[in-house]
């Protein structure tokens, strides 16, 4: 069934921000501040890439287990003055036209309507970009995999608390779901749509 042109992706790809919403309040949150805060910044500008190249931007958050929750209440939550996160949100905020799927648990795709919305917008190839790598960066990419979806997930945009464990995860989605790597300085997006 032909797509109405608004919900069509200009190119076959999507950019995914997963959990970049966020306040940062749990155990290792502090650790993890500043590296999501350097992911940020490389997200933001990627972000901006993909306006300008007519590639879709889709916010893959948390629920943070509020189950009565929906996307400006996220926000919100998340910009409050003492949130340790409100950097993220500051740098990261969804625009109107964005997308934004809650999700319930670490995949992006589990019980979530983004296995309905990416064949919608056209999408056959995914940038993963978030927190953490190691968890749920790298549980959507197996899922994304599963699907056969073409991955791109840049080093520079993806963070956890250890290094050690974001560096395992990008080497696991680099091996085991045929995932490029390459950080935003190496590849740029225009090339990577190529």
């Avoid at 919900?7 to 155990?27: G, K, P, T, Y």
């Amino acid at each position: 069934m032909a797509q109405p042109p608004d919900q069509r992706s200009e190119h076959d790809a999507a950019l995914l921000i997963v959990d970049m919403i966020n306040d940062l309040d749990f155990a290792g949150g502090e650790r993890l501040r500043p590296k999501a805060e350097a992911a940020a910044a490389r997200i933001a500008a990627l972000r901006d890439d993909a306006d300008a190249a007519g590639v879709a931007t889709i916010y893959v958050n948390d629920n943070f287990g509020h189950w009565h929750s929906e996307r400006s209440r996220i926000v919100d939550h998340c910009a409050r003055s003492d949130s340790a996160g409100r950097a993220l949100i500051d740098r990261l905020r969804p625009r109107d036209d964005d997308y934004f799927v809650i999700k319930p648990q670490f995949s992006g795709f589990y019980a979530t309507n983004l296995p309905v919305l990416l064949p919608q917008l056209g999408v056959t190839r995914l940038i993963l970009t978030g927190v953490a790598a190691d968890i749920c960066v790298l549980f959507t990419a197996a899922d994304a995999h599963m699907r056969e979806y073409d991955l791109w997930v840049p080093a520079d945009t993806v963070a956890s608390e250890d290094d050690a464990r974001t560096g395992w995860a990008l080497e696991t989605m680099r091996h085991s779901m045929c995932a490029e790597t390459r950080a935003t300085g190496e590849l740029r997006l225009r090339d990577w749509l190529g």
